[in-house]
């Protein structure tokens, strides 16, 4: 009898690892062929130089690194992708923030406001990126013109090297508001409704509720977007891609480590060079993010 | 009703207003854009904001010049791949990780882990040497091939799986069903969500990406939307009409999917926040 069960068993347990394994299979493979072998060829690939014509990888050891410690490009992409990271972060979160706690209530519109702050978030940002820039247009452009009409000068938006980068990271917050709007309002939505009853009989502001109540509640999930966010942001490609020629005069001051990767691997064809670019990218989420991780004790509360 | 409660409520529509005017706006100066001359879109004195009539040739000519129907052919193609791609492969393994016990489920679970901590970017010269090795560049199975499995799509369906109660396995195996049978017959339709959620991330994602398409599919043949336009803006630096022209028509049929579609795309990605 215990032999016979024993048996079962074995037999289902068997099966359950079968399918556990074959269903996981597709997934683990692919995930082996495209990242995780990749991972390890980039960093190899970094120890060589190439791209001189016939000549192929020649080995270089950390030549590229020594070579990136002394690129002034480099440490201006490295700065200019800190720049943006801290500015699209805060400022698109505060926005979203602002925008969901207004909406979180018996607000008129509440839906139709939603679908309208999402909208930029189903845009290429090729192409957004390339009515901003006819917007910043220095001649032309309707941000000019309404500067004029107010009576002030020209601002060269995408041009100067003092003001391009905020015109970029204009483009990057308006792009990410509605998606973490969305996020933070699923959060708000979930604290219950006697916490706020309860601050309503203490006589609290609405101000000071909003901090003593609304913001510890919502940790966890502004936690999660603010991870998030600096993530992508420290990413960011397209919109300077699409909006800075590498002849512009504000390339220097805005040219992304993504950007600077791109460059370096497929239009120069020092993929080498490439890759150590893009390890240092590696280097540089991961610290950002360990960093959070660490901090988040201080400040995220779950329930 | 109080006059500040009034004054309060007002002021809240009018911040919600002043947001909402500056997310369109683009989009309107887009489409204005597009159907004037290129005289009335550089026109300082006086500055033109409707176009004295409505002209479609910009738009013929951007069509003349870029075979648009591939691009849409490809994009689509892309997009309806990776999504079957992701959903199948990712709800597979979501499912064994969420409810199967098998050795080395964890080590394999860290694996999604750890993909999705690495920026992409650290994938792309591999991933491009392997097409080109295979001599798959410029087709459509380039566009999908980053995206054949999908570590997120299988850490968000995990999220999904794990929210189902246990007692409906008991019940589907009581009832003879093999764990193949339980997975796509009872726990498979109860995701149904989290599947669209993950569609409509597939979809953004693809439609969206720059740079894998510019690098992988270089011939004009082969390129995506995304990829198209800037070829396009280098090729018309100065003619914004037609440059608008062009971003229209490459907007255009997300943003009426999105139009259909806004309340499972709001609510897909509401949701699932919550689970990531």
């Known amino acids: ?303 | 009703m109080t006059a500040s409660h009034r004054f309060s409520r007002i002021l809240v529509q009018a911040i919600l207003l002043a947001g909402g005017f500056a997310m369109v706006l683009p989009f309107l100066w887009m489409a204005l854009t597009s159907f004037k001359t290129a005289t009335e879109s550089t026109s300082m004195n006086p500055f033109v904001i409707f176009p004295s009539d409505w002209k479609w040739e910009n738009y013929t000519e951007v069509l003349r010049q870029y075979d648009f129907v591939r691009l849409y052919w490809n994009t689509f193609a892309m997009m309806a791949l990776r999504i079957v791609c992701s959903l199948l492969f990712s709800a597979m393994a979501a499912y064994a990780f969420a409810r199967l016990k098998f050795p080395g489920r964890s080590l394999f679970f860290g694996l999604v882990l750890f993909q999705m901590m690495v920026p992409t970017q650290i994938f792309i010269i591999p991933q491009y040497l392997m097409v080109d090795a295979l001599g798959m560049r410029n087709t459509i199975f380039a566009l999908v091939f980053p995206g054949l499995v999908s570590a997120f799509g299988t850490f968000l369906l995990r999220q999904f799986f794990m929210g189902l109660p246990k007692e409906l396995e008991e019940a589907a195996k009581l009832d003879g069903c093999s764990i193949g049978q339980t997975f796509v017959r009872v726990m498979l339709p109860l995701v149904r969500s989290g599947l669209v959620a993950l569609g409509i991330f597939t979809a953004l994602f693809a439609f969206k990406d720059l740079m894998w398409p510019m690098i992988v599919n270089t011939s004009a043949d082969a390129a995506t939307l995304s990829s198209a336009l800037a070829k396009i803006q280098s090729a018309y630096s100065v003619h914004y009409p037609q440059l608008m022209a062009a971003a229209v028509l490459a907007i255009w049929p997300m943003l009426l999917v999105y139009v259909i579609f806004q309340k499972q795309f709001i609510e897909g990605i509401a949701t699932s926040g919550g689970k990531l």
């Open chain 1, 1 to 303: 009898m215990s032999k016979e069960h024993g048996r079962a068993f074995r037999s289902q347990t068997l099966s359950e690892w079968l399918w556990g394994w074959f269903l996981i299979a597709p997934t683990i493979v692919g995930l082996i062929v495209l990242n995780i072998v990749p991972i390890g060829q980039t960093a190899y690939l970094s120890l060589f130089k190439s791209g001189d014509f016939g000549k192929g990888n020649v080995y270089v050891g950390f030549d590229n690194y020594r070579k990136m410690a002394h690129d002034p490009q480099v440490w201006h992409a490295l700065g200019n992708t800190l720049l943006y990271a801290l500015l699209v972060v805060p400022l698109s979160i505060a926005f979203a923030m602002l925008v969901a706690v207004l909406l979180n209530g018996k607000t008129r519109g509440k839906s139709l406001y939603r679908t309208v702050y999402f909208i930029p978030m189903v845009a290429a940002p090729a192409a957004v990126t390339m009515v901003w820039k006819w917007l910043y247009n220095e001649h032309f452009g309707l941000l000019n013109y309404g500067l004029s009409r107010l009576g002030m000068s020209a601002v060269d938006w995408t041009t100067d090297p003092n003001v391009a980068m905020f015109s970029i990271a204009v483009i990057g917050i308006w792009s990410v508001v509605g998606y973490n709007m969305v996020l933070l309002l699923a959060g708000l939505q979930e604290i219950p409704r006697d916490f706020y009853e309860a601050s309503d009989i203490d006589g609290a502001g609405k101000l000071q509720r909003f901090f003593v109540i609304t913001l510890p509640l919502v940790s966890p999930t502004l936690f999660f977007v603010v991870v998030t966010s600096m993530i992508q942001a420290m990413q960011v490609f397209d919109v300077i891609y699409m909006m800075i020629e590498v002849t512009n005069p504000a390339y220097d001051h805005t040219v992304s480590l993504v950007y600077l990767f791109y460059n370096n691997a497929f239009k120069y064809f020092n993929k080498g060079y490439g890759s150590a670019i893009v390890m240092l990218l590696l280097v540089l989420i991961l610290i950002v993010t360990a960093i959070q991780m660490k901090v988040q004790k201080k400040w995220v509360q779950y329930l």
